[in-house]
């Protein structure tokens, strides 16, 4: 009798853990199956370094019925992904005065990839800083290293992948007839320190035809740019462009990135 109900308790033994086992893998894959769907829902990521003058950290007043965009998002400064809203250079580390920035437009450029591409998000690193010159934005300069450790801590995140860079600075270049070589190079120290053939998008100064002329140049002298003309657009001082202008300019950097992707 012994022998016998030690027979009977390993087999009642065995079966409860084989049960176990069952409940246990049964649980594992509903959780695997879970985490699949959610990943597989979640939208892609498109992320963007938005970097240059005054136009990039946006000077147009903002209007009163602005609000947030739920796909377009701002990397701020808790290294986190946050719904935008205008002022969209606020998380900027080098920006000035918050009180200065203003319309940024990148909201009508994301917009416009949005309609391009439904479902997806756009995500925003801007570190603009006004008043700054080329020369500022060089490899080894604190505005190029910012620009780096930012997107970088972006990309970490795992939920993106960079597919541009935008640029809008030289009103304080103007004069400047080495501008566009100083240009090229900067694309190659950003695209070398980061590791990767990133696009590069430039666009025009206002009133500024000599300058924007030499700066059409860009596709001719470095692979994988694309130049912005700021042609027909009207701006309320000398060097900004008004909220209307700054919509349009937006959309056309816009333009310029589905060019790229519509290529590749």
């Known amino acids: 009798m012994p022998f016998l109900w030690k027979q ?97 437009f990148c909201e009508a450029f994301g917009k416009h990839l949005l309609e391009y591409k439904p479902g997806i998000q756009v995500g925003l690193v801007i570190n603009a800083r006004g008043g700054s010159s080329i020369t500022e934005w060089r490899k080894g300069q604190p505005y190029f290293s910012e620009a780096i450790r930012r997107i970088r801590s972006a990309l970490e995140q795992n939920e993106g992948h960079l597919e541009a860079i935008l640029w809008h600075q030289g009103e304080r270049n103007i004069e400047d007839r080495e501008y566009l070589d100083q240009l090229c190079s900067l694309i190659y120290e950003f695209r070398s320190t980061l590791e990767m053939e990133v696009p590069f998008i430039a666009g025009g100064i206002h009133n500024a035809p000599e300058f924007n002329r030499r700066l059409a140049n860009l596709t001719e002298k470095a692979p994988g740019t694309a130049f912005v003309t700021s042609d027909g657009l009207t701006a309320y001082d000398r060097w900004h462009f008004d909220y209307s202008s700054a919509q349009e300019l937006g959309k056309r950097y816009a333009a310029a990135f589905i060019q790229f992707k519509d290529k590749h």
């Open 8 to 104: 009977l308790s390993c087999k009642k033994v065995l079966g409860m853990l084989l049960m176990l086992g069952l409940i246990l893998s049964f649980m594992c894959s509903k959780v695997f199956q879970i985490k699949k769907e959610k990943d597989q829902k979640k939208p892609a990521l498109w992320v963007f370094l938005c970097i240059g003058q005054s136009n990039m950290a946006g000077r147009s007043p903002i209007p009163e019925a602005s609000g947030e965009v739920s796909d377009i998002l701002l990397f701020n400064a808790e290294n986190k992904w946050e719904t935008a809203r205008q002022p969209y250079n606020r998380y900027s580390t080098i920006r000035k005065s918050l009180g200065l920035q203003r319309y940024n």
